[in-house]
């Protein structure tokens, strides 16, 4: 896909049910194989910073990936500086930090990049005077707010809609939220996720509020935030004072983060402890640089288990 794309938004809902996660192209040949060092980034480059993927990549739900907290350790003690992105948007950093401490990972919320982060960081940039109205979790408005975004709850007096998934969504919520809708009112969504994984189940995620809004108004999002968007990948940068190309995107999925990583320019890595199975590796056109069986093996990335 075009970068263009990604950053307009022309796209904007990516499939996230994992059978339908990627843009499969059965039978195409793969490029080049990735395990364990197809060519020799990092013998031109130092990896100074990492951008982590959590769900997937650190965890599956509550349960730590064997060896993640280690190859965090791998990675500070390597002089690499760490964000960890989610594109949930549901949660605060605080939240993500209290469940890395679980996991005996340190981080602090200005390590955490959430949707929802990314989402108040690009209003209070490009819509610093406007009203936002706001379907999405009450954690969201905390987020947005702190930021020094001003939410309406006034749908007939806001200048611009956050769309996000609303557990409590109903049909009064839905009819508010159409009426805040213009012909011209721009509409930015803090992640295309379709769906998520629940405890017993994939569960609905912000999908099935951009789906209702396009269904009701015939308007997809002008601007999606998170992953794969660069909007959280620059943000993400911008954090770690880090070159793109100085920089690692870890992650176990293909068209969200490992999409996001090439599309900012970092170095890719994707794990197979989460969503990507082989067959949808093979499948694919968005190649990563690596391919590893887990996070635990990041130092052979690094070169501290290889040719580096
Ligand atoms: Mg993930």
Do not use: W
Request: net charge negative; proline share 7%.
């Amino acid at each position: 896909m075009p970068v263009d794309a990604v950053a307009l938004g022309a796209r904007p809902v990516v499939g996230s049910y994992p059978r339908e996660s990627v843009h499969c192209h059965a039978g195409a040949p793969r490029g080049n194989v990735l395990d364990p060092v197809p060519h020799d980034v990092h013998a031109r480059t130092r990896i100074e910073g990492a951008l982590v993927d959590m769900d997937g990549t650190l965890y599956r739900g509550d349960v730590p990936i064997p060896g993640a907290r280690e190859a965090i350790d791998t990675l500070r003690d390597a002089g690499v500086a760490v964000q960890f992105l989610t594109n949930n948007a549901t949660k605060s950093p605080a939240e993500y930090v209290r469940k890395l401490a679980g996991m005996g990972i340190d981080a602090t919320p200005d390590e955490v990049v959430t949707a929802g982060v990314v989402t108040a960081d690009y209003l209070a940039r490009e819509y610093p005077d406007d009203r936002a109205y706001v379907f999405g979790e009450p954690s969201l408005r905390e987020v947005l707010t702190d930021r020094g975004v001003t939410v309406t709850e006034d749908p007939m007096r806001t200048d611009v809609v956050v769309l996000s998934l609303d557990t409590g969504l109903d049909y009064d919520r839905f009819t508010r939220l159409l009426r805040a809708i213009t012909p011209r009112t721009p509409i930015i969504a803090t992640n295309p996720d379709r769906t998520k994984p629940g405890t017993d189940g994939i569960v609905p995620s912000a999908g099935l509020v951009i789906g209702a809004v396009e269904g009701m108004t015939g308007r997809e999002p002008d601007t999606v935030a998170g992953k794969p968007s660069v909007v959280a990948g620059r943000f993400a940068l911008d954090r770690l004072g880090v070159d793109a190309s100085d920089c690692l995107l870890v992650g176990d999925r293909l068209d969200t983060d490992v999409q996001m990583g090439i599309a900012v320019g970092a170095t890719t890595v994707l794990v197979r402890t989460g969503v990507t199975d082989a067959a949808t590796l093979d499948g694919s056109e968005i190649e990563p640089d690596y391919v590893l069986d887990s996070i635990a093996e990041i130092g052979t990335v690094l070169g501290s288990d290889g040719d580096g």
